[in-house]
């Protein structure tokens, strides 16, 4: 179910468990893991616009302080890409790497157009303060057609999925992916819907029981009562989920936006998360 996973490297830890978690996945599907090292023009505005030349001389040379920066930078990224390559190598998988200059967040979006997945940490080197999601993965979560796996910040085998399901829309598509995941590998489902209205929640885990059963998948149902967050996070650490997967938008009268209960939960954990449109 994934052939090609686009990784995003930039040296930072959350690069590294990125790539781990992109290696787990691909040893268990056989998949194709693109590495992409993107050098960030955010990196280089700042250098250069000290460093340059006034606007009104033309052909003047580039500073020589902003070309070593640039070229500092680049060696980094082959080192980066380099070290990843053997990496992903040793573990028997297949890699290609690509190289860009651009906004990361935008520059891996575009990348993600040949890829069935991208795999992110949840804070690089433009990152925002600990505890918070970086601003590249906040916004290649809201953007990104594709899945988007957000590392954990600890080693996860991904073996026990739970998946927040609302009855929205992108919450059936990360239902019918995380089905997808649990037939391939012979791995049971925990489904749960936080709500305390009990009709209504329990008449939402029943379309997704049906949904389940038709595929033949192993699966529990069960309906939290209290605030979604707080509910989805406190039965994750009870069940032993290592791996969540929800929709990046809620459903009509569920109130999960990504701007709250999805991002909210990327921070309230410190387990992979897939989040899907």
Not at 116 to 144: E, K, M, N, Y
Not at 209 to 229: I, N, W
Not at 250 to 270: F, P, V, Y
Request: proline fraction near 4%; include cysteine.
């Amino acid at each position: 179910m994934f052939a090609r996973l686009l990784v995003g490297l930039d040296g930072s830890p959350g690069a590294d468990s990125a790539l781990a978690a992109a290696i787990g996945l691909a040893r268990r599907f056989k998949t194709t893991i693109v590495l992409a090292a993107i050098t960030d023009i955010r990196l280089l505005e700042r250098p250069l616009l000290e460093t340059a030349a006034p606007l009104w001389l033309e052909g003047a040379p580039a500073a020589p302080i902003a070309v070593e920066i640039r070229e500092a930078l680049e060696e980094e990224v082959a080192r980066i890409l380099e070290a990843a390559v053997a990496e992903v190598t040793a573990a028997g998988l297949s890699s290609e790497t690509v190289r860009a200059t651009g906004l990361v967040d935008e520059e891996l979006l575009r990348l993600s157009e040949g890829a069935d997945a991208i795999v992110v940490g949840r804070r690089g080197q433009l990152h925002a303060g600990a505890g918070s999601l970086g601003t590249v993965t906040s916004h290649i979560v809201r953007h990104s057609p594709k899945p988007v796996l957000v590392a954990g910040e600890r080693p996860s085998l991904c073996q026990r999925p739970v998946v927040a399901y609302d009855g929205g829309a992108t919450s059936g598509h990360a239902l019918e992916l995380a089905a997808r995941y649990a037939e391939a590998l012979a791995l049971p489902l925990a489904v749960v819907h936080a709500s305390d209205h009990a009709e209504s929640g329990d008449a939402l885990l029943a379309r997704a029981a049906a949904y389940l059963s038709s595929r033949g998948v192993r699966f529990e149902t069960q309906r939290l009562a209290g605030e979604v967050v707080a509910a989805v996070t406190a039965f994750a650490g009870r069940y032993g989920g290592d791996l969540l997967i929800a929709g990046a938008h809620g459903g009509r009268h569920h109130g999960w936006t990504l701007g709250s209960h999805a991002e909210r939960l990327l921070k309230a954990t410190d387990i992979p998360v897939i989040i899907h449109r």
